[in-house]
């Protein structure tokens, strides 16, 4: 196996096309002037090689806004635990978003494992692509270390000056290539291109917030009793966008659907919100988290505090997307230097 | 899209049949259930489990008896919203879900040996009378038993019949309060708290278990706190909102704790420090 080939830039969209008659293929697209979505597309000129954080990260394939966990027919006191799932690949995935696929993989085979995520994933093939710059001000992939690959793809694709080279991390990812036999094995010249590439990144991407990467746990571990939540609070409209468009926001909501027939009907599995008012209510009227700044506590201490313990990572990605969809302008990088400001000072400067 | 059928999922439910049901006050329902092909919940007390009725959803029920009563197992049910009321609608023969035993229950194996303290205020006494059955089904292996009861009327009292055999057995101490007593009312009238400092503890071995609404806790712990009990031999149950019983939907969570899979019932030393507890 070639861990590294190569393919001429003019032979992408015939190699797009020729992936497209072998699976369904989903890939950036433009949808409005700085909007992008993965669909399925047919062609290589559908797809937006250049785009910022999609609106929906990939997340929305990996785990379905709506999916059935379980089927029953009450006549026959049958129930059927079961998948609906199709084989595909997912083309241009950032970084920043194959990180958070890599957090949601942590979340769902922890135990007991959730079969349906896992066989769904399973028949996924993703492909990278690399951001040789930042995509837009939002951004703070530096800060979360995600600017630079480090697995979780079949294929990861970085553009040269006159082709892409591309890292062959799986077996099923050699397969692809093969099958569609546009791709020679890389040369000298290209790895020494992607190099430079890699070094000027490292020049480019810089902590975003005068933070060091290892401190941001303590930093919210100390920041539960402080001001800026309140300030928060004050802005936030609950409208749940944020954790909608983040790529490692998982919590969701099972419902009961029954058939007008009052005899099938299945379990299902949707997005749910922490930041939506009943989200922590219970039977009786309770709220364990009324109030707005509580919630957007809860969500930040969910990216930066609470999994640094469980998982040993952080599940922020950087790709920005809360802050490019807040109506409130709530913005994750301010969030972020308005808790070191407010925290003793030095204590967490880098 | 194809469909395929999983051989495992953690939202599986066993079949369930409900052997019993009848009102044990004017708000509570009583279920005695048991799994198909008389197969074992092989719980421990203090677990629960996710009851689904089809065509109406699920929720987390707390196991009222103790794993040493075998063939069903217990539920009770106040009727508060949409789902406990069409709980309340089923009757004998009827077929349930049931997913679990779910959660973490008390800690048995520590308990062994050591004076518990029972303290259990208004519906509380539905989940820790699994851990208290459980102790008097296996009376020689633990030290003095105190059992305080307190609810809000005489009238809301549950497991009358229990009570009184509680109440008469000598290896037990038992006590119950109510807020607001009626005319035939004869015992304590107060909040449970007033129970607690009339009691003889041995503080190096006694562990306090106390289940009952959020705002019981905070001053029950700051009775027994008083009465020096070492906060990890304190433990308390949460009712959170479950939704998924298996750790990942979010909605149970404490701090970074989720309610379902590490706990229920968590020792106060674990949880103190925890914003969102108490």
Known sequence: MNQYVVLQLSDFDDCIARMAKLQMVVAPVKRGEKSF??????????????YIPT???????FLPQNETLVEYNKRYNKWEATLYSEEFIIFGVHTCDLA???CLNMVFSDKPMDSNYYNRKNRILIIGLECTDYCDEYASCGLMNNQNPKGGYDLFFTELKDRFVIHVNTVQGEDLINKIALFKPADKAALEELEEIRAKKREIFKPEVNIGHNELKSLFEKSFQNDVWKDIHNRCLSCANCTNV??????????????????????????????????AMIAGGENFRPERGGRQRHRYMRKFNYPYDKYNRYFCTGCGRCSRTCMARINLKETIKALIDTAKPNTFAK | ???????????????????????????????????????LLDHEPGQFVMVAIPGVGEAPLSISSSPTQLGYFELVVRKVGMFTSAMHKLEEGDQIGIRGPLGIGFPVQILEGNDLLFIAGGLGIIPLRSLINFVIDNRRDFGE?????????????????ELEKWQKRLDVNFSCTVDRADPEWKGNVGLITSLIPGINLDRQ????????????YKYVIAELLKKDIPERQIYVSFERHMKCGV????????????????????????????????
């Open chain 1, 100 to 102: 958070g696929i890599q």
């Open chain 2, 205 to 216: 071995r006694t562990f306090a278990i106390a289940v009952g609404p959020p705002v019981m």
């Open chain 1, 55 to 61: 609106i929906l990260p990939p997340k929305k394939y």
């Open chain 2, 247 to 278: 750790g990942h939907c979010g909605h149970c969570q404490i701090g970074g704790l989720y309610c379902c899979k590490n706990g229920p019932v968590f020792s106060y030393g674990k949880v103190k420090d925890n914003i969102e507890a108490l």
């Open chain 1, 246 to 279: 983040c790529p490692t926001c998982y919590c969701y909501d099972m419902e009961d659907e029954i058939e007008l027939d009052l005899n099938q009907g299945k379990l299902i599995r949707k997005w749910d919100s922490c930041q939506s008012r009943p989200f």
């Open chain 2, 1 to 39: 899209m194809e469909r395929s059928v999983l051989l495992k999922s953690p939202y599986l439910n066993h079949e369930g049949k409900i052997l019993e049901a009848r009102m044990l006050s004017k708000e509570e329902k009583y279920f005695k259930v048991a799994l198909k092909g008389g197969k």
């Open chain 2, 145 to 161: 038993v105190n059992i305080l009861l307190g609810c809000k009327t005489p009238e809301n009292l549950l497991f009358g019949d």
């Open chain 1, 37 to 50: 979505a993965f669909e399925e597309i047919t062609s290589g000129e559908e797809i937006s090689i250049k």
